[in-house]
């Protein structure tokens, strides 16, 4: 079965076909040190975990490369405004790098909290400052960088492509259209390169170079350690959708000057995660956390059931309300296989059941191979629970199915140990007189029956899928 991706730079869902068929090259853009990650920036890696799982199941070894950008980003896309890491270690009373390794951290605690695999490759900036060089050398070499006023830019009038992923026209483009404009600029396009001299001298990081001593623009960083960890080629590019009119046109027109063809065959975007209010955004301030949802009660798998909901390509706003509903699902969920590994302990799957859990692992796998359809994945798993005639051992294997690509950390759940409750003659009796009243809806019935099994020592619990759990109280 192949798989199906939307592409941005041809506007269609393309099949996935990798240059090399036993491994898939991905580069993912990484997050920015300077504070915390914001749950909407997390959204963005869930997705791309769930990417790179989902390559694995359909039988493909991934190597995914992300960068830490710990120099460099400054306030806007562009290369106009205040550089962020100084701005928090102003703020935080830290030197730049504390506080690089500090936010670092924090965000693998965060995604590992998520269940996101460690990507195989995790390059620094500031660790690969020489490569940068290197590469900005050689679009010198190649006439695609000119000098002003101290700075190294790329002349983007140079690369007919420019604009080529957004669809956006290089002459369209106009000077500091949010921001103040850069008069070193031979066109509004141009991006720097390398940073000799800045509105803010006292820049902390700085190393020498060809043209004196500064720092990296931000967008080489990128281009520079995909091409050193994954070659001349890339299967995969992603990140989040803002990326598109800026940074990733940035990389592409650096990389394929510098290499002289294309450089990625598929890039994927991430839509955002936005406040009923509008856009949560790190420079905007006021973003939730994963600690901050913790501290709302959450735990980090309800945060991820909830971004699951919502296709990868669709906005996604968050409120508490859908949280609570997340919330809900994902434990009933976790519930529901506490019971199956309870219940299926010992027990193997007929030869019936093997080829109905065949049958249903695929049709989990199509989902996700048809462009990550996670809403569409999620209500298969739901008819699997809910569904009577289905064993338990069934779906606690199919449930290890979907976590392999999902990772909900259903495998860690520990089984239900359940007491035996010997059902006497009148406990029976009891409880068809309580499914009937809850099938006709006579809730007060229903509650009656629950006080009358509540003074025999008996609770009942109501699952899912319309079973129930008898309990010694
Ligand atoms: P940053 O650390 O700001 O460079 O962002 C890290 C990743 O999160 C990038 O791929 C961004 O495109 C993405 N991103 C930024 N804001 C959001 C948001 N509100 N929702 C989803 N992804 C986002
Ligand atoms: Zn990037």
């Known amino acids: 079965m192949s798989v199906f991706l939307y592409n941005t730079k041809t506007r269609h869902k393309d099949e996935f076909k990798p240059l090399d068929t036993k491994q898939v090259t991905m580069y993912c853009c990484g997050p920015t040190v300077y504070n915390y990650a914001h749950i909407g920036n997390l959204r963005t890696y869930i997705y791309e975990d769930l990417l790179a799982n989902t390559l694995r199941l359909a039988g493909y070894k991934v190597k995914h490369v992300m960068n830490i950008t710990d120099v460099g980003?400054?306030?806007?896309?562009?290369?106009?405004?205040?550089?962020?890491?100084?701005?928090?270690?102003?703020?935080?009373?830290?030197?730049?790098?504390?506080?690089?390794?500090?936010?670092?951290?924090?965000?693998?605690?965060?995604?590992?909290?998520?269940?996101?695999?460690?990507?195989?490759i995790v390059c620094r900036a500031t660790e690969h400052i020489q490569d940068m060089i290197d590469f900005i050398k050689a679009l010198e070499e190649k006439g695609f960088a000119y000098i002003s006023n101290g700075n190294v830019y790329f002349d983007?009038?140079?690369?007919?492509?420019?604009?080529?992923?957004?669809?956006?026209?290089?002459?369209?483009?106009?000077?500091?259209a949010r921001t103040e404009q850069d008069l070193n600029k031979k066109n509004a396009s141009d991006f720097v390169l390398w940073f000799t001299s800045s509105k803010f001298e006292n820049q902390i990081l700085q190393w020498e170079s060809p043209w004196g001593r500064g720092y990296p623009g931000w967008h080489i960083e990128c281009s520079a350690m995909a091409?050193?960890?994954?070659?001349?080629?890339?299967?995969?590019?992603?990140?989040?959708?803002?990326?598109?009119?800026?940074?990733?046109?940035?990389?592409?027109?650096?990389?394929?000057?510098?290499?002289?063809?294309?450089?990625?065959?598929?890039?994927?975007?991430?839509?955002?995660?936005?406040?009923?209010?509008?856009?949560?955004?790190?420079?905007?301030?006021?973003?939730?956390?994963?600690?901050?949802?913790?501290?709302?009660?959450?735990?980090?798998?309800?945060?991820?059931?909830?971004?699951?909901?919502?296709?990868?390509?669709?906005?996604?706003?968050?409120?508490?309300?859908?949280?609570?509903?997340?919330?809900?699902?994902?434990?009933?969920?976790?519930?529901?296989?506490?019971?199956?590994?309870?219940?299926?302990?010992?027990?193997?799957?007929?030869?019936?059941?093997?080829?109905?859990?065949?049958?249903?692992?695929?049709?989990?796998?199509?989902?996700?191979?048809?462009?990550?359809?996670?809403?569409?994945?999620l209500s298969l798993i739901w008819s699997v629970v809910k569904d009577n005639q289905k064993s338990a051992i069934l779906k606690r294997e199919f449930l290890y199915h979907i976590?392999?690509?999902?990772?909900?950390?259903?495998?860690?759940?520990?089984?239900?140990?359940?007491?035996?409750?010997?059902?006497?003659?009148?406990?029976?009796?009891?409880?068809?007189?309580?499914?009937?009243?809850?099938?006709a809806k006579d809730w007060a019935k229903?509650?009656?029956?629950?006080?009358?099994?509540?003074?025999?020592?008996?609770?009942?619990?109501?699952?899912?899928?319309?079973?129930i759990e008898l309990i010694k109280l």
């Open 403 to 439: 976590d392999k690509a999902l990772n909900l950390s259903l495998k860690d759940v520990a089984p239900k140990e359940v007491e035996r409750i010997a059902i006497t003659p009148q406990i029976e009796a009891l409880l068809q007189v309580r499914a009937e009243a809850r099938a």
């Open 446 to 467: 229903s509650d009656e029956i629950r006080d009358q099994l509540a003074a025999l020592g008996i609770g009942v619990k109501d699952l899912p899928n319309k079973e």
């Open 73 to 120: 980003h400054l306030t806007s896309d562009g290369d106009e405004g205040e550089d962020k890491m100084k701005i928090a270690a102003e703020r935080e009373q830290k030197s730049v790098l504390e506080i690089a390794r500090m936010y670092e951290d924090a965000f693998f605690r965060h995604t590992q909290a998520l269940g996101l695999k460690r990507p195989t």
């Open 227 to 377: 091409t050193k960890y994954l070659g001349e080629c890339i299967d995969i590019h992603c990140g989040g959708i803002d990326h598109i009119p800026v940074h990733h046109e940035n990389e592409i027109a650096q990389s394929e000057a510098r290499l002289g063809h294309e450089w990625v065959n598929y890039w994927v975007h991430m839509e955002f995660l936005n406040n009923k209010s509008g856009k949560m955004s790190k420079s905007k301030g006021g973003f939730l956390t994963l600690d901050s949802l913790v501290e709302k009660g959450y735990q980090p798998m309800h945060y991820k059931y909830f971004c699951l909901t919502s296709h990868y390509r669709s906005t996604a706003i968050f409120s508490e309300e859908a949280m609570d509903a997340a919330k809900n699902a994902y434990e009933n969920l976790a519930e529901a296989m506490s019971i199956y590994k309870a219940a299926a302990k010992n027990q193997n799957l007929t030869e019936t059941e093997e080829k109905t859990l065949q049958a249903l692992n695929e049709e989990f796998n199509n989902y996700l191979f048809d462009d990550l359809k996670t809403p569409m994945a």
């Open 156 to 176: 983007t009038a140079k690369f007919p492509h420019y604009g080529c992923l957004s669809g956006q026209k290089r002459e369209d483009l106009k000077h500091g």
